[in-house]
T-cell receptor, first 117, second 114 residues
Framework: EAGVAQSPRYKIIEKRQSVAFWCNPISGHATLYWYQQILGQGPKLLIQFQNNGVVDDSQLPKDRFSAERLKGVDSTLKIQPAKLEDSAVYLC???????????????FGPGTRLLVL | DQQVKQNSPSLSVQEGRISILNCDYT??????FLWYKKYPAEGPTFLISISSIKDKNEDGRFTVFLNKSAKHLSLHIVPSQPGDSAVYFCAATLEGGRDDKIIFGKGTRLHILP
């Protein structure tokens, strides 16, 4: 079974530029998550989708971050404009369906490492 | 305010001995706890979990113990193997709730020494 795919794996940009990350979850997984992991910290949830609807985006800095999952499968996360403090690893994860099963295990992709100069 | 705390940034253990990773939490509403393992340049992978109705869950070499009164859990790895060298994240959430956001600790880097 293919895992969660993310691209690009690495990205270096200058502050105030824009950047987009792509995630393809495991086939059949209804729930998709984007996490931000700053060096030395644990992953922090940015946004959670159930199919193509947003379940939780309370920790997403909406003035500069946006995310979409148009057809309930792939998702993109965009930062515009980027700040120095956005340097982090952006992890995408997916799970079957958290509505019907207790605490379904989340499967993580390899992440995109972003460096903002 | 950190709701899930892993106070040891790193731990070194001799191969074959027991590794004990500790985790404390502050939110008494948490009722489901997970451990994830992360290798460099890879995403975290689920290792083991425990519900608050239990105080112990075992899976092969991995055992998680939960002390609800102390709001403390620990992960035991016996015996430790070289492939166990990784960063271990403790995480907590509310089981079955609509708001099932997982809160992660900062992680503990485990080094297994030959």
């Amino acid at each position: 079974e293919a895992g969660v795919a993310q691209s690009p794996r690495y990205k270096i940009i200058e502050k105030r530029q824009s950047v987009a990350f792509w995630c393809n979850p495991i086939s059949g997984h209804a729930t998709l998550y984007w996490y931000q992991q700053i060096l030395g910290q644990g992953p922090k949830l940015l946004i959670q989708f159930q199919n193509n609807g947003v379940v939780d985006d309370s920790q997403l800095p909406k003035d500069r971050f946006s995310a979409e999952r148009l057809k309930g499968v792939d998702s993109t996360l965009k930062i515009q404009p980027a700040k120095l403090e956005d340097s982090a690893v952006y992890l995408c994860a997916s799970s079957l369906d958290t509505r019907t099963r207790y605490q379904e295990t989340q499967y993580f992709g390899p992440g995109t490492r972003l460096l903002v100069l | 305010d950190q709701q899930v705390k892993q106070n040891s940034p790193s731990l070194s253990v001799q191969e074959g001995r027991i590794s004990i990773l500790n985790c404390d939490y502050t939110n008494s509403m948490f009722d489901y706890f997970l451990w994830y393992k992360k290798y460099p340049a890879e995403g975290p992978t689920f290792l083991i979990s425990i519900s608050s109705i239990k105080d112990k869950n075992e899976d092969g070499r991995f055992t998680v113990f939960l002390n609800k009164s102390a709001k403390h859990l620990s992960l035991h790895i016996v015996p430790s193997q070289p492939g166990d060298s990784a960063v271990y994240f403790c995480a907590a959430t509310l089981e079955g709730g609509r708001d099932d956001k997982i809160i992660f600790g900062k992680g503990t880097r485990l080094h297994i020494l030959p």
